[in-house]
C-alpha cells in the first residue's frame, strides 16, 4: 500500500490540472494515528517528496524538516472536533473566490448542495489566513457540513478520506460555476425546505454502501 504521505502528495498534485489551485496555493491533509499529515508552507506540489511532509500532532506541535502550511489551525481544529474526519482540502479555486469575495452563502439552487450535508453552502466570516479567529469561523460555517468557503479567500471541505475530499473540492467549486452562472441570466430558483430535505435522505443511502 503507498505510504500515506504520497497518497498526499498524489491528491495535492491533482488539484491544479482539476482546476482548484495554483503555485503553492491551498493545503490539504490526511489524518494520521493521534496527528495528521499536512502539506509544507511555500512549497510546489510538483517537487514534494515524502520527506518534505510534515506530521502534526492535535497540540499544535509538528515533527520533519519542513514547516507545515500556515493554514494548519483549521486542519486540527475540524479533526479535534469532528472524529469523522479523516481529510482536509483548502483551494483558491476561481468560482468559490469569486462568491466569497462577495460574501454569499450559496442558497439550493440544485440539489447537489445537499452532498455537503444541509440546504446550503454557509460562507465563513472573514478573518486573516493561518489565525485562529479564521479556525473559529471555518469550524461554524461547517456544523453539521462538509464544505464552506471563507470569506475573501477560497474553499474548504472536509470528508472521510483523500480521495472524497478531492471529490468533494470539484463538485464545489463546480457548484459555485453553475450558481456564478445562473445569476447572470436572472436569480437563481431555489428548492424548498421540503425539496432538500428529501434530497438528503435520499443521499444518506445513494451509491455503493
Given at each position: ?25 491551498g ?32 497540540d ?16 486540527l481544529?475540524?479533526?479535534a472536533t ?8 483548502h ?10 469575495c ?26 486573516i ?39 468533494l473540492?470539484?463538485?464545489?467549486e ?16 431555489s ?19
Amino acid at each position: 500500500m503507498p505510504d500515506l504521505r504520497q497518497q498526499l502528495i498524489a491528491t495535492a498534485q491533482a488539484m491544479q490540472p482539476a482546476g482548484l489551485n495554483r503555485g503553492t496555493a491551498g493545503n490539504i491533509s490526511v489524518r494520521h494515528g493521534d496527528g495528521f499529515y499536512i502539506t509544507p508552507t511555500g512549497m510546489p506540489y510538483s517537487t514534494l517528496a515524502a520527506d518534505d511532509i510534515p506530521l502534526m500532532a492535535l497540540d499544535g506541535s509538528h515533527t520533519g524538516r519542513r514547516k507545515p502550511s500556515s493554514e494548519w489551525r483549521f486542519h486540527l481544529d475540524l479533526y479535534a472536533t469532528r472524529p469523522e474526519v479523516g481529510a482536509v482540502l483548502h483551494a483558491h479555486s476561481p468560482f468559490a473566490v469569486s462568491l466569497a469575495c462577495l460574501r454569499y452563502d450559496i442558497p439550493p439552487f440544485h440539489y447537489m448542495i445537499a452532498r455537503f450535508g444541509g440546504d446550503t453552502i454557509r460562507c465563513a466570516d472573514y478573518a486573516i489566513f493561518g489565525s485562529e479567529m479564521l479556525s473559529t469561523a471555518a469550524i461554524a460555517a461547517m456544523a453539521g457540513r462538509k464544505g464552506c468557503l471563507l470569506a475573501n479567500h477560497g474553499l474548504l471541505v472536509a470528508a472521510k478520506d483523500l480521495t472524497e475530499a478531492l471529490a468533494l473540492a470539484i463538485e464545489l467549486e463546480e457548484l459555485c460555476e453553475q450558481y456564478w452562472r445562473a445569476c447572470q441570466l436572472g436569480q437563481p430558483v431555489s428548492l424548498n425546505a421540503q425539496e432538500m430535505a428529501e434530497v438528503i435522505a435520499k443521499f444518506a443511502g445513494y451509491g455503493q454502501q
